[in-house]
């Protein structure tokens, strides 16, 4: 009878599902379904992630993700979140033109309140995602870091942008490329 009981209780946990297939399952799937190799990458990545992990990171730049594709993920990340998981410590969704405003608003709606570090470069956003990035941004104790260069922002947004600032010193704002020479370097360094 003991040989049969750990018989099953091996193949239970055989086929039980691991930590990350049971957390970031929907993320996972979200990402696979986009059918886009880079998002399909990032989905194997996240497969690696056990119990002991604190923090995810999600970095999915040039994927060539959709509106669709950022509602979906911003809708599976909120999961993982209502799940326990780990907490999202970066989000970079940089050079995917096709977010456009509503995409990058879909995906703030949802990320956590205390993820450090977004970055939206070159994601075909106007004033619009700039206010809401900013609105985010202050409800955001633990925001260090935003990098969104290369999008259209208004004198006036960037005149935003420098009062956040300078209102959180221990903030990084990137809105406008410094120089032609940092954006090819930053082109060529991050895929």
Not at 32 to 57: C, F, H, M, R, W
Not at 132 to 139: F, K, P, R
Request: with cysteine; charged share 25%; proline share 3%.
């Amino acid at each position: 009878m003991k040989r049969l009981l750990g018989i099953v209780v091996l193949s239970f946990l055989w086929c039980s599902p691991s930590y990350a297939e049971f957390v970031m399952q929907d993320l996972i799937n979200v990402l696979i379904e986009t059918k886009k190799t880079k998002s399909i990458e990032v989905a194997k990545n996240l497969q690696s992630i056990g119990p002991n992990d604190k923090t995810y990171d999600l970095i999915i730049r040039k994927a060539n993700l959709s509106l669709e594709d950022a509602k979906n993920i911003a809708k599976a990340i909120d999961k993982v979140s209502k799940n326990h998981g780990p907490k999202l410590s970066t989000i970079s969704m940089s050079f995917n033109q096709d977010l456009k405003d509503e995409g990058v608003i879909a995906i703030l709606s949802k990320i956590p309140k205390t993820t450090p570090v977004i970055a939206f470069v070159e994601c075909g956003i106007t004033d619009k995602a700039g206010q809401a990035i900013i609105d985010w941004a202050l409800e955001n104790n633990e925001v260090n870091g935003i990098y969104i260069e290369g999008n259209t922002f208004s004198n006036s947004m960037e005149a935003k942008f420098e009062k956040l600032r300078v209102d959180n010193p221990q903030l990084t704002v990137l809105s406008e490329w410094a120089s032609e020479g940092f954006k090819e370097m930053v082109k060529k360094t991050f895929n």
